[in-house]
């Protein structure tokens, strides 16, 4: 078994034995991150409706389906219509606090079967019964913590009330977000995830934050372009314009 | 791949890749294909050039203090509660997982595409100590069902038509599947489904890990990455130690030229960046965090002569653009890593001798170098290589010699002018218009696959006189 000092040391060994190829540096990261997010926070109240124009155009190109809601109010009657339109009974969401919305309140009454994650640390056997509950779910209803208009992305960060699985297992994902969320460049998210990591016990209550670009896709079979091989087949943006 | 395929000589791999029609087909419309792909993706990208730039020098940099970067990684990984091994070759990465399963009783594992556990044969190791090795990259899913290997780092079935598919799907899964790419993609959907949900251990590997943060990076299109780091209750990812970066800045750097590099898209469908096992307000996740970290040859290369293929982002855009690989396509490399970087990969993991014959399947035409995200210089590290099979005298000695001759005639110029009137009076019976269309003895190896073109009539320094120049 190697052990972690004699695996440095081989390293160190042929380190010493060489200056590199060319003087190099890493990329400058902010000093004060919180400070470098708050300025990018600033530019965004201004510059948010051309990312916001960007998003769509970036989403859409990468099959996904963009809606815009007056206000959080009007968002679980949205949902209502995806999942009404798919024929879809069961809907999995983020926590109302996560998502800003109770989806379970409005909709459960319609009809719809509607499992909401809740802000408390999951008590035993609560893990088994949240899996199952995701399996079988036709809709995945989560918050964004950022959209990008540069390439259409959408940022999620696990944890508390936000589980991982709800924007993966079923076969429509809808991400809820709003004006605050809106960045423009891969750069800006760089400088939010330095400023989120500056003291991530504070910050994440998860373990994971994914990047999601459009619906989960496969060209392995003779370079088809064919969605929803694992994830979802159908991903929706849904832009709260008032919150 | 197995060392039963490294039998056959490459030459005769590569004349057997050539006469498969299929493969032929196939192999022109993929590379052609992600050419294309990548090549519109970057011209509406005015910072792209900047920015690989950049990413070059952040893998150097990072190279120039390695030791300190993999220290931090570590670090935060054992403060997530995560483990880190430390494998100094393939065989100990292995021996880590098997032990690892054993302990933990692990009778299934889901893994998601990763040339590093390919690179470790894995499978193969899990399959012998009862563990069932899962691949759910869709492609890697059919190469395992058909019991082949990856012939693209990130289109490992690229060789196979929906045909062949559909008749593996419906041999091995029961049932009879239509030949639509559809049909057969919901196929692969639904049982992998159930594997994820039942796998007790999930198998990743890394296109990054961020030394501050302690977090693995993961790039997939299918979301398979996703499945298996969220699923199973133990996650193992495996990396080589060179794919340490330091910051999330430098991340944010790669990800904006490693999607448009492999298949032209801004970004891949999901980039999931894992932190550990599981946090207790989580609810779901592994229980277990372990990350491996793989020398396996790549520590001698620091200061080696194969320095800049560490960093090499595993993104295929050589392969595609490789006149040799757009001919004889994956397989016939005969390792796991082909293409132009796979030669060199291949000479670091197992040593110059192990590519005596392919570190001459190149034209060394550059267009490697060109599309390389971080720019590697891949021609001239296979120059070298060449040198070194030489003076190490791992070529055969008829080639040796050989260019040694030729070597002592070119320093000469009065041997030169001799040869060249000697081979002008040989190659007579042999020279129609200006060409050399078959020789006898082993110069006829040359004119088996073209033709050579004669020695001129007279020399250029000889007409170069005629005029009455100085």
């Known amino acids: 078994m190697t052990t972690r000092a004699a695996f440095l040391e081989d390293i160190r060994r042929e380190m010493a034995r060489t200056r590199g190829l060319f003087e190099a ?29 960007r998003f769509r155009e970036e989403f859409e190109r990468v099959a996904g389906v963009f809606h815009r809601a007056p206000s959080l109010e009007a968002v679980p009657a949205l949902i209502g219509e995806i999942a009404r339109e798919r024929q879809a009974k069961r809907i999995l969401s983020w926590s109302p606090e996560a998502l800003g919305v109770d989806l379970g309140a409005r909709l459960g009454g319609e009809g719809f079967v509607v499992t909401s994650a809740h802000d408390v640390d999951p008590a035993e056997g609560e893990r088994a019964r949240h899996r199952e509950e995701a399996a079988a779910a036709e809709i995945g209803v989560t918050g964004a913590d950022w959209a990008l208009g540069e390439t259409g992305t959408l940022i999620l960060v696990s944890g508390r009330g936000r589980p991982r699985s709800t924007s993966l297992l079923p076969a429509t994902h809808v991400a809820v977000f709003g004006a605050p969320q809106l960045l423009e460049s891969l750069e800006q998210v760089g400088i939010m995830l330095e400023a989120l990591h500056a003291d991530p016990s504070a910050t994440m209550s998860g373990a994971v934050i994914n990047f999601i670009t459009g619906p989960s896709r496969t060209a392995d079979i003779e370079l088809t372009l064919t969605r929803g091989v694992h994830g979802p087949k159908d991903i929706h943006a849904v832009f709260v314009e008032a919150r | 791949m197995s060392e039963s395929s490294l039998g056959t000589p490459f030459a005769a791999r590569a004349r057997g890749a050539l006469k498969d029609v299929y493969l032929q ?28 730039d950049r990413a070059r020098a952040i893998k150097e940099a990072t190279l120039q203090q390695l030791d300190r970067h993999l220290e931090r990684l570590a670090d935060n990984i054992e403060r997530l509660g995560g483990h880190v091994h430390w494998a100094a070759t393939g065989a100990e990465a292995r021996d880590i997982i098997l032990r690892l399963c054993r302990d933990k009783g692990v009778r299934m594992a889901v893994k998601s595409k990763s040339m590093a556990t390919e690179e470790i044969e894995l499978n193969e190791a899990l399959e012998h100590a009862g563990v069932k090795p899962v691949e759910t990259d869709l492609g890697e899913y059919i190469i395992q069902l058909a019991h ?10 690229i060789h196979k038509t929906k045909g062949q598919v559909a008749d593996l799907f419906s041999k091995e899964l029961g049932g009879h599947f239509e030949a639509d790419p559809e049909v057969l993609t919901k196929v692969a959907r639904v049982e992998l489904r159930q594997k994820f949900l039942e796998a007790d251990l999930g198998i990743t590997g890394a296109n990054f890990a961020v030394a501050e943060t302690g977090t693995v990076v993961l790039v997939t299109n299918e979301g398979n990455g996703r499945m298996v780091t969220s699923l199973p209750r133990i996650h193992v990812a495996v990396m080589g130690m060179e794919k340490v970066i330091p910051s999330m800045t430098d991340l944010m750097v790669f990800l904006a030229i490693l999607a448009r590099s492999a298949t032209g898209q801004k970004l891949s469908s999901y980039t999931t960046l894992v932190r550990g096992p599981r946090q207790p307000g989580e609810m779901e996740g592994p229980e277990e965090f372990h990350l491996i970290l793989m020398d396996n040859g790549r520590t001698r290369q620091i200061a080696g002569t194969l320095r800049e293929a560490l960093y090499c982002l595993r993104c295929g855009a050589c392969l595609n653009v490789c006149p040799v690989y757009r001919q004889i396509g994956g397989h016939a490399y005969g390792h796991t890593y082909p293409g132009p970087i796979g030669i060199l990969l291949t000479a670091m993991l197992k040593g110059d001798a192990s590519v005596k014959e392919l570190a001459h399947a190149s034209s060394l035409c550059g267009a490697c170098k060109d599309v390389c995200p971080v720019r590697i210089d891949i021609p001239r590290m296979l120059v070298e290589l060449r040198e070194r099979l030489d003076t190490e005298k791992i070529a055969p000695w008829t080639e040796r010699l050989l260019f040694g001759m030729a070597r002592q005639m070119m320093m000469r110029p009065s041997w030169f002018r001799l040869g060249a009137s000697v081979a002008r009076l040989a190659q007579k019976p042999f020279a129609r218009n200006g060409r050399l269309r078959a020789l006898p003895l082993f110069f006829g190896k040359w004119t088996a696959t073209r033709d050579l073109p004669a020695v001129a009539e007279k020399t250029f320094s000889e007409r170069w006189r005629e005029l009455g120049r100085p």
Request: hydrophobic content about 40%.
């Open chain 2, 148 to 157: 082949e290997k990856p012939s693209h780092i990130i289109a490992p079935a």
């Open chain 2, 25 to 52: 087909e196939a192999l022109g419309i993929a590379t052609t294909k992600f050419i294309g792909l990548r090549r519109e993706s970057f011209e509406d990208f005015p910072q792209g050039d900047a920015l690989r």
């Open chain 1, 25 to 53: 540096s890493t990329s400058p990261r902010p000093a004060a991150p919180q400070e470098a997010a708050e300025v990018v926070r600033r530019q965004m109240l201004e510059r948010w409706p051309q990312a916001l124009e």
